[in-house]
C-alpha cells in the first residue's frame, strides 16, 4: 500500500516546513514541479504527504520530516478520516504494549501480509484485555469501513429509547485470562475462535438467551461460569437484576479496513519504540483533540484528579459519561480494579477503552450509548463514581423515565438534567459509596431542584459542595462546583441523626491568566477539609475557605447550597493596615516610573534605509535559533503563556504530562507570541529562564557574536513590521514570525539601540506594576469601606 493514500493540507504543509500558509500559496504558484491537489476542495486542496515531502527535500525546503509530524499528518490525511486512523493506532499500540515479539513477527512483511495478519493478532490482546466475542447480527457498513464493530447487549435484545446509535449497549470487559505460557498461536487462535463463534442461528432468530447470556456462550469455554446456568430455564428473580453479560466494544478492524493504515501504523510502531505505546497514543490523542476542540468537552487532567482523590480509592470506578476516558484515567490504581464507563459517541467510548488498556492492567468495560435512557451497567454497585455530565440538557428523557427507580429522592424537572446525573450516580453505588460530580453552580440554587435538593441533604446523600475556581474546567468563566455524594447505609427514608454538610469555596486561588487556577494549592485546601470533615463529621469554620453546616440550617425554602452564601469572608486582619502598605509601595512605584520616563524625542535629520533581512533569513544563515512553543512536556516547570508574555506576568501555565521534550527558556532569549495582533516581544532575564515554553509562542535563540537580543526584541515589536507579517481572519489575526523584518547593523550600533529599548522595556514594567498595584487599593477600599473595616474620613 502506497504512502499517497495519505493527504496533507497547506496548513499541513506549512507546519512541517515550519512556513506560514501563505508561503506554501507561493510556492504553488512558483513551482510548476509543485505536487498537484489529489482531494479536498477547489478552496481547501489536499495533497498526497510523500509527494510533498519528496519536493521539500528536492528543492531544499526541508531535511528531514520529523517522525511525530509525519505519522500525525499520516493520521489526519487517512482516507476514513482521523477517528479511525487514531482507533487502528491505538489496537496496534495494545498490541505493541501487551505483545511486542507478536508484533515483530507480523510487522516484518508487506503492507498487505500486515493487514491479513493483524486481526488475529489482536484477538489475542482483546480476548483478556475486553472479553470474549459473542455472536451478533453484523457490523453495518459504516461500522465495518471504520473496522470497529457495536453488539447488541448481552441479553440479545437491543434498546428501542433515544437515537439509534444511542441506543445500542456495547461493553467491554475482562474474562478468564490465559496465562502468557499457554496462548495459543496466532493461526490457532484464529481458528479457535472462528470455531466458536459461528453462530447456529442468526441473532434475530435465535432462542431466548440464558441468564442473560447469548445462545452462542452456552457451553462455550471461555465464557464465565456465572453467565451461563445450567438448566434452560432461568431461576425466579430474588434480588437486584443481573446485568447483562459483557460483550466488547472492539472488535479486530478487519482486514480491509487495515489495509489503507498500513503506512500508518509502521509510523506509529516506529515512534512508540522511541516514546512508548502509552505515550504515543497520549500524544496522538492529545493532538486530535487539541486539533478539534469544539468537538470535545475535556476534563482538565488536574481537575480529574482532584475528583478521584475525593472519591478515595476504590477497586470499581464507573463514569456514566466516560468522554476521552480522564476522570478513570486519574483513579488510583488497585489490584483487580474494574473501570466502568458509557458515552454516547461510539468513537470516544472506543477511544476511551483503548486508552484505560494502554494505561493500567485493570478490566476495562467501556458501553457506548444514552446513560440516562439506556442503562449499560443496571446491576452495578461501584464502589465510587466519577462523572463530568453534559449541562443543561433539556431533552435528556424527562418523559420516558417518569417512572424510573432510579428517582429515590424525587422525579427532576425537565430543566434538571444534572439532578437526574446525581441520582443516577447514586444509583450506581454500594452502600457506602462516594460519588463526585461536577456540577453547573445553578444547580445548588435553582427552584425546581429545591425538593430533590432538599431529600439529598434529609437522607444525608449529599456530603459536600465545593465552589471550584474561575477557569477549572469548561465554560472557563463560570465558576463550577463538585459535588460529593455518599450512598446511605441505613434504609432508605431513615433521618440521620444530626448531619452536617461540607460547604468550600475555592475561589480564592484562582489564575491571574489563563493558566488556570492555582491547583496544587485548590487540591491542599479542598483535600484537607474534605478529609477533616469526613473523619469528624464537623469541621471548624475556615473563614473565606469551607465550614460545615447543620442540614437544618439549609432547610429553608430556598435550599440554596451555592457556598460563597453560606461561608464568611476572610477575616480582615488589619485590612486598613495592608491597605496602607499597597499604597506606600504604589508611591514607590509611580517615583520609579517618573524616573525611568524617556526624555523628549529627537526627530533624526534623514530617514535612515537600512539594509533589512527576515527572521526566517536569520534563522537559516545561522545567527539565531527558532523554536515553537511544545504541546507537553515531562519537565515539571512552570510554563511561559502567551498571556504572561502580553502582560508582562510572571509563567503562570501547566502543560499536559508527556514524554515530548518541552522547550526551556535561557537568559537573552526573545519570545514572540503568535496570536492576538499585540506588538509584543519579551526578552527573557534570569527570574523568567528555565520556564518551558507554552502554546502559541516562539522562541528565537540569537547568537550573542551576531544579534543583540535586546535590539532584535525592540524591532519585532515596530507596528508596521507586525502588520506586513500578520496574516487576518474573520476572528483572530495570526503573525508568522519568520517574515518580520530587521535592520543588518553592526554589533556595536545594534547594542547602541539596545540599551534604547531595555530602558523602554523597564518603563513599561512598571507602568504595568503601578496599574496593579492602583486596582488592588482601588478593590480593597471599596470592600472595606462597604464591609465596615474602613472608616470613610
Known sequence: MRDNATEVTAAGIARLAGVGRAAVSNWRRRHPDFPKPVGGTETSPSFALAEVEAWLRRNGKLAEVPLRERVWQQLVGHPDGPVT???????????????????????????????????????????????????????????????????????????????????????????????????????????AAQQASTPATAVNGAPPAVNGAPPAAVNNPLTPAAAVNSSLTPPAPTGPPTPPTPTPTLHPPTSPALLPSAPLLRGVAELAAQLGARQTFEFLLGRHLDAN?????????????????????????????????????????????ELYGQDAAPDLAVLTALRLALHGRARVRTAVGDTLRADAHPGLR??????????????????????????????????????????????RLRDGGTAVLLMPPAAASRRSGRRIRADLLRRGALRAVVALPVGAAPPYNIALHLWVLRRPEQPSGQVVAQPEVLLADAGQFAGEGRGGPDWPAVRDAVLDAWHAFDRAGHLDERPGLARSLPVIDLLDDDVDLAPARHLPPPAAADGAGRLTEVRDRLGETLRLASGLTPPPARTTPTVPRWPLTTVGELARGGALVMRTG??????????????????????????????????????????????????????????TAGAALGRNLVLLRPDPAALDPWFLAGFLRGTANHRRASSYASTATRLDVRRLQVPRLPLDEQRRYGARFRSLDEFERALHHA???????????YDGLTDGTVAPD
Open 382 to 427: 461501584a464502589d465510587a463514581v466519577l462523572c463530568h455530565p453534559p449541562f443543561n440538557e433539556r431533552n435528556w428523557g424527562h418523559d420516558e423515565l417518569a417512572y424510573d427507580p432510579r428517582w429515590e429522592y424525587g422525579f427532576p424537572a425537565r430543566t434538571e438534567s444534572e439532578l437526574a446525573w446525581v441520582q443516577h450516580a447514586l444509583a
Open 293 to 337: 476542540p469544539r468537538q470535545y468537552t475535556l476534563t482538565p487532567a488536574d481537575l480529574a484528579a482532584v475528583m478521584a482523590d475525593l472519591a478515595g480509592p476504590a477497586r470499581s470506578v464507573l463514569d456514566p459519561a466516560c468522554g476521552t476516558g480522564a476522570l478513570l484515567r486519574a483513579a488510583a490504581p488497585r489490584p483487580d480494579q
Open 85 to 191: 486512523a487514531l482507533t487502528h493506532a491505538g489496537c496496534v499500540l495494545l498490541l505493541i504494549h501487551d505483545r511486542p515479539t507478536v508484533w515483530l513477527e507480523i510487522g516484518a512483511g508487506s503492507d498487505e501480509r500486515l493487514a491479513a495478519l493483524l486481526p488475529d493478532a489482536l484477538e489475542q490482546v482483546f480476548t483478556p484485555r475486553f472479553g470474549r466475542p459473542t455472536p451478533d447480527r453484523g457490523p453495518s457498513r459504516g461500522d465495518r469501513d471504520r473496522g470497529v464493530h457495536n453488539e447488541v447487549d448481552g441479553q440479545g435484545s437491543s434498546q428501542t429509547s433515544g437515537p439509534s446509535h444511542d441506543s445500542a449497549r456495547v461493553h467491554t470487559s475482562a474474562t478468564h485470562q490465559v496465562p502468557a505460557d499457554q496462548q495459543p498461536s496466532v493461526a490457532q487462535q484464529a481458528s
Open 630 to 687: 511544545g504541546h507537553g512536556g515531562h519537565a515539571r516547570v512552570p510554563v511561559l503563556t502567551d498571556h504572561d508574555v502580553l502582560a508582562g506576568s510572571p509563567p503562570s501555565g501547566t502543560l499536559p504530562e508527556s514524554d515530548e521534550e518541552a522547550v526551556l527558556t535561557a537568559p537573552g532569549d526573545v519570545v514572540v507570541p503568535v496570536l492576538g495582533g499585540g506588538s509584543v516581544a519579551r526578552v527573557i532575564d534570569e527570574a
Open 771 to 781: 496599574s496593579r498595584l492602583g486596582e488592588h487599593l482601588v478593590r480593597g477600599m
